[in-house]
C-alpha cells in the first residue's frame, strides 16, 4: 500500500467535514455564522433558539418573507439544506440556560454564542465556561451601530474563550446594520474555522 | 499580594489612577475573594464575565499571588 500525504486543501476539508459546532441563538449573528461555516464545509450543526421569524428579523437575518411566523430552527435548517442537503443539522426549539446548555452541547468541538441581551450572553458565556470547561466558546459583544467595520475585531479573552466586536457598542440605543452584524458574524465563524484547524489566534 | 487587573470596555473608567491601558498591578490583603475587589472598584450592577488566569471564577473565588483578574461587561445585540 502506498502512504499518499494529504494535501493541505484535503486536510481542511477532512477536519471541516468532521466538525460539530453548536450555536446558541439564531439571529442576526447565529443565522449568518450557520451559513457560513456550512459553505465553509462544516459538516454538523447544533442549532437552538426558542423564537419564530419576525419581519423586523429579515433586516438582516439568514430569513426570507415567506418564513415568517416559522420557528428560526425549523426555517434556517430548511436555507442551510438548499445549499448544502447533507449537513447534520441537531435542532432544539428551547431558550439556552445555564441548565440545558451542558446537555444540548456536550460533544461540540466548538460553542458560538449568539443571544441577544446582555445578561443572556453573561449567564450562556459563563454556563459554557463553568459546564464545558474544554470547548472552546466563540462570543460576541458590540455589533451594533453604523461605527467603522474595522473597529470589529477578535480577541482572545480567556484560555478558551475569544470575544468578536467592538466589545462596546449595544444594540440598546444603536441600530442594528446588516453589513456591521455580518462582518462580526464572519469574525465569529472564521475563529471557529481556525480553532478547528488548530490555531487558536485570533 | 499583587494581582493584575483587567478591565475591559465600559469598565475601563473603574480601573485605580495610573498609567494609560485596562491593566493595572494593585496590591491586596491576601485571602481576598473576586466579590470583593468588585465591590471595593466599585463596579455597576450590570452583567459581567470574570475570568481568573483565563478561567471562568465566581464571586466567592479566593485570588492569589500573581492572579490576573480580567472583568468583561457583555453588551446587547445578537
Known amino acids: 500500500m502506498i502512504a499518499v500525504a494529504l494535501s493541505e486543501s484535503e486536510r481542511v476539508r477532512r477536519r471541516l467535514r468532521d466538525a460539530r459546532v453548536g450555536i446558541v441563538g439564531l439571529g ?26 419576525d419581519a423586523s428579523n429579515l433586516d438582516r437575518q439568514f430569513y426570507f418573507l415567506d418564513q415568517i411566523g416559522l420557528p428560526k430552527t425549523e426555517a434556517l435548517a430548511s436555507n442551510l439544506r438548499r445549499i448544502r442537503p447533507d449537513v447534520q443539522l441537531d435542532l432544539h426549539r428551547v431558550r439556552v440556560s445555564r441548565e440545558n446548555l451542558p446537555h444540548l452541547f456536550a460533544g461540540c468541538d466548538v460553542v458560538v454564542e449568539a443571544v441577544d441581551a446582555a445578561s443572556e450572553k453573561a449567564a450562556v458565556i459563563e454556563g459554557c465556561c463553568d459546564a464545558l470547561p474544554e470547548t472552546p466558546l466563540v462570543a460576541a459583544s458590540g455589533i451594533a451601530g453604523a461605527g467603522s467595520a474595522n473597529s470589529i475585531v477578535t480577541r482572545r479573552l480567556g484560555e478558551k474563550v475569544w470575544l468578536c466586536g467592538d466589545a462596546e457598542t449595544p444594540a440598546d440605543g444603536h441600530a442594528l446594520v446588516a453589513s456591521r452584524v455580518a462582518a462580526a458574524a464572519a469574525h465569529q465563524a472564521h475563529m471557529v474555522v481556525r480553532i478547528l484547524l488548530g490555531d487558536p489566534e485570533p | 499580594m499583587r494581582v493584575e487587573l483587567a478591565l475591559f470596555a465600559s469598565l475601563r473608567r473603574y480601573l485605580p489612577e495610573g498609567e494609560t491601558g ?19 472598584l466599585g463596579l455597576p450592577d450590570e452583567p459581567r464575565v470574570v475570568f481568573v488566569n483565563g478561567r471562568h471564577a465566581p464571586d466567592d473565588h479566593v485570588l492569589r499571588d500573581g492572579d490576573r483578574l480580567a472583568v468583561f461587561p457583555p453588551v446587547a445585540g445578537g
Request: avoid cysteine.
Open chain 2, 22 to 40: 485596562h491593566e493595572r498591578t494593585i496590591d491586596l490583603p491576601d485571602g481576598t475573594t473576586v466579590g470583593q475587589v468588585i465591590a471595593m
Open chain 1, 28 to 53: 442576526g449573528l447565529g443565522s449568518n455564522v450557520a451559513w457560513m461555516l456550512v459553505r465553509a464545509g462544516v459538516g454538523a450543526l447544533v442549532l437552538a433558539d426558542h423564537d419564530v421569524v
